[in-house]
């Protein structure tokens, strides 16, 4: 992997922390992801679980993690399996972990790890002193699964052989968890928020007008890779003029002109924790008095909703709130009547014609990190803060986003090194 190893003791914390979660004589199962396929003999890029990463830091295919942590037996009580290598594998794909690196990496003895093809046989050892069983499928309330993943195979296997079973949801149980980060995840998010740093002041000197923004995409590319990231948490926007009020532009394929404002959503990747940056700057490094009266606006709202972060509050009043804050900045502006925001229904707030999207989600390991919107906000959260004015018939798009972590008496940016203010902005732009 690109990145530096990482302590082991995270994910035995993890793993204890999950046990502690658990009723009596209960087993859990978790795989890794599958190898997606392209055209003819060709693959996508491995991504690992993220569930399994977080309790085994494997960051591997074709592994497996069975947890029993009542078993009779020490050495039932966690089980991880692992592609057996070759010289064969070795020359095509290159090194796969030994047993040794295994343990080293998550914590786990190496008495406690087997390859694959010694599952069923370790398995049948321990799945008959269970009385449930937690399997893995994803819960994200925002997810469209179209293909059958390995979890999927795995449970309609599971059910085939062992129809007595009882079976747990693992989901929710993991989505309690991932949501409030340990110091070391948050290191570890802080790292890729570092590098995006770094990025977008490499941007600041570059863009200008006639630069396409394809050649945007590759300075961040050039950035994140020289800095052991793997690359963009998800597909970069880079939406000059009217582009930006897309909100999931991706094509990044046109020339940056004169006057216009370009909308940055950008965030490294590191260790497979996620930051999730957006900046929005002037072409020609100078915002226009309209262009910087919306920037203001936007900061303000942003400013404003930094501060409901706060442990205790929750996440549907936090986002009602944030929509009061928008509703005036946007009669502000003249893009709302105030007579009619009086009028309006309160179920279709006026504010989102202009502000669309919400303005926060969980971070962390997913980009749209998994937790539960009923849940009060706690320490160890890590939130986006993202508001954004969309105004469609003058070409302008402005969002600002920072990554923020709550604490016990309130909250810290993350971001908070990463320019901000529009004087800093034009200031760093016209060096």
């Known amino acids: 992997m690109r990145y530096e190893p990482i302590d082991a003791q995270l994910f035995v914390q993890?793993?204890?922390?999950?046990?502690?979660?658990?009723?009596?004589?209960?087993?859990?199962?978790?795989?890794?992801?599958?190898?997606?396929?392209?055209?003819?003999?060709?693959?996508?890029?491995?991504?690992?679980?993220?569930?399994?990463?977080?309790?085994?830091?494997?960051?591997?295919?074709?592994?497996?993690?069975?947890?029993?942590p009542d078993h009779p037996d020490e050495k039932f009580r966690a089980a991880l399996f692992l592609r057996e290598t070759s010289e064969l594998i070795e020359i095509w794909e290159g090194h796969k972990l030994t047993k040794e690196e295994a343990s080293q990496v998550s914590g786990l003895p190496e008495k406690q790890i087997y390859w694959i093809q010694e599952f069923d046989f370790v398995f049948q050892q321990m799945i008959f002193e269970a009385e449930q069983v937690y399997l893995n499928t994803n819960e994200h309330t925002r997810a469209g699964v179209?293909?059958?993943?390995?979890?999927?195979?795995?449970?309609?296997?599971?059910?085939?052989?062992?129809?007595?079973?009882?079976?747990?949801?693992?989901?929710?149980?993991?989505?309690?968890?991932?949501?409030?980060?340990?110091?070391?995840?948050?290191?570890?998010?802080?790292?890729?928020?570092?590098?995006?740093?770094?990025?977008?002041?490499?941007?600041?000197?570059?863009?200008?007008?006639?630069?396409?923004e394809y050649e945007i995409e590759a300075e961040v590319y050039h950035e994140f890779l020289r800095n052991r990231s793997?690359?963009?948490?998800?597909?970069?926007?880079?939406?000059?003029?009217?582009?930006a009020c897309v909100l999931h532009y991706i094509d990044n394929n046109k020339q940056c002109k004169d006057g216009d404002v370009i909308l940055l959503d950008i965030g490294a990747e590191y260790a497979n924790y996620n930051a999730d940056m957006t900046r929005s700057v002037p072409v020609n490094g100078r915002f226009t008095?309209?262009?910087?009266?919306?920037?203001?606006?936007?900061?303000?709202?942003?400013?404003?909703?930094?501060?409901?972060?706060?442990?205790?509050?929750?996440?549907?009043?936090?986002?009602?709130?944030?929509g009061k804050v928008m509703e005036s900045e946007l009669i502000g502006l003249g893009l709302l009547d105030q007579d009619a925001v009086q009028?309006?229904?309160?179920?279709?707030?006026?504010?989102?014609?202009?502000?669309?999207?919400?303005?926060?989600?969980?971070?962390?390991?997913?980009?749209?990190?998994?937790?539960?919107?009923?849940?009060?906000?706690?320490?160890?959260?890590?939130?986006?803060?993202?508001?954004?004015?969309?105004?469609?018939?003058?070409?302008?798009?402005?969002?600002?986003?920072?990554?923020?972590l709550i604490t016990e008496d309130g909250n810290i940016d993350l971001m908070a090194n990463i320019p901000l203010e529009a004087d800093e902005i034009e200031d760093l732009m016209n060096r």
Request: aromatic content about 10%; proline content about 6%; hydrophobic content about 40%.
């Open 14 to 68: 993890n793993r204890q922390r999950l046990n502690a979660l658990l009723k009596p004589k209960s087993l859990v199962v978790l795989n890794a992801n599958d190898i997606m396929p392209t055209n003819a003999d060709g693959t996508m890029s491995f991504r690992q679980n993220n569930d399994l990463f977080y309790l085994t830091g494997v960051d591997q295919e074709e592994t497996r993690l069975v947890l029993f």
């Open 343 to 404: 009028q309006q229904n309160p179920d279709a707030p006026l504010y989102k014609k202009y502000f669309m999207h919400g303005t926060s989600h969980f971070l962390g390991l997913d980009v749209h990190d998994v937790g539960n919107k009923y849940r009060r906000f706690e320490p160890g959260m890590v939130f986006t803060v993202e508001p954004g004015i969309y105004i469609r018939e003058e070409g302008l798009g402005i969002r600002l986003e920072n990554n923020v």
């Open 289 to 322: 008095a309209r262009q910087r009266a919306v920037y203001d606006a936007v900061l303000r709202v942003m400013k404003e909703a930094k501060q409901m972060l706060r442990p205790g509050n929750l996440w549907d009043d936090y986002h009602r709130e944030v």
């Open 230 to 243: 793997r690359g963009p948490a998800y597909s970069s926007i880079i939406a000059s003029g009217p582009s």
């Open 146 to 212: 179209q293909v059958q993943t390995r979890d999927a195979r795995f449970i309609e296997e599971f059910k085939q052989q062992y129809p007595l079973h009882r079976l747990e949801r693992l989901a929710p149980l993991m989505h309690y968890l991932r949501a409030t980060k340990l110091p070391q995840e948050v290191q570890l998010i802080q790292t890729a928020i570092n590098i995006t740093e770094r990025m977008f002041r490499r941007l600041l000197t570059f863009i200008k007008p006639g630069v396409w």
